[in-house]
């Protein structure tokens, strides 16, 4: 069976300040560069079969990628629907606000200037199923964000609403699917 791989990129100076990073090009700490290289050396150790990986082109996924190809030698190339959602107003403020909270449980929210999770969920359905039907038969890895990471495992599996809101992954944590 054909798999789908995914990785959330490195700690950002975001993550440790605990503020929304969204669609803002926020840059990997000495962590997150380390984090990258360890999750490359754990793809490459365990033997995980790999043809391509599709990167945000967000700076912190674009060096996530960079140091996980460098060790695997899997080449990489950008993928613009894996940026992560735009939070509009509220890119930048801390992630744990309760205004953000409430608003990010409306899916249709645009939060002013941004981008709804429906409209991030249909660019994200729409690559998984370009993946899924790839007469190439190639198996990805995809680097992108927390966001994106529950736009994918809502592909996968059914979610509650509250399921759906309260899944995250860690840094660099390896996802695996049944494509």
Same mark, same amino acid.
């Given at each position: 069976m054909k798999?789908?791989?995914f990785t959330r990129h490195g700690q950002t100076f975001w993550n440790v300040e605990n503020k929304i990073c969204g669609a803002t090009d926020i840059a990997l700490t000495e962590l997150g560069h380390r984090q990258a290289v360890e999750a490359g050396q754990m793809i490459r150790e365990a033997g995980y079969?790999?043809?391509e990986i599709l990167y945000s082109p967000l700076i912190r996924a674009a060096e996530t990628a960079r140091h996980i190809s460098e060790e695997t030698g899997i080449p990489m190339r950008m993928e613009p629907r894996l940026k992560e959602q735009n939070f509009g107003r509220f890119e930048g403020t801390p992630r744990n606000g309760?205004?953000?909270r &409430?608003?990010?449980a409306c899916f249709v929210n645009h939060f002013g200037t941004g981008e709804s999770m429906l409209q991030m969920a249909q660019r994200i359905y729409n690559l998984i199923d370009d993946l899924k039907n790839d007469p190439s038969g190639k198996t990805y890895l995809l680097v992108a964000h927390n966001?994106?990471?529950r736009i994918v495992q809502s592909y996968f599996? &059914?979610?509650t609403n509250e399921e759906f809101a309260a899944f995250g992954i860690d840094n660099c944590t390896l996802l695996e699917f049944d494509l």
């Open positions: 798999k789908l791989y079969e790999i043809d309760e205004e953000f &409430e608003a990010k966001g994106i990471a599996y &059914e979610m």
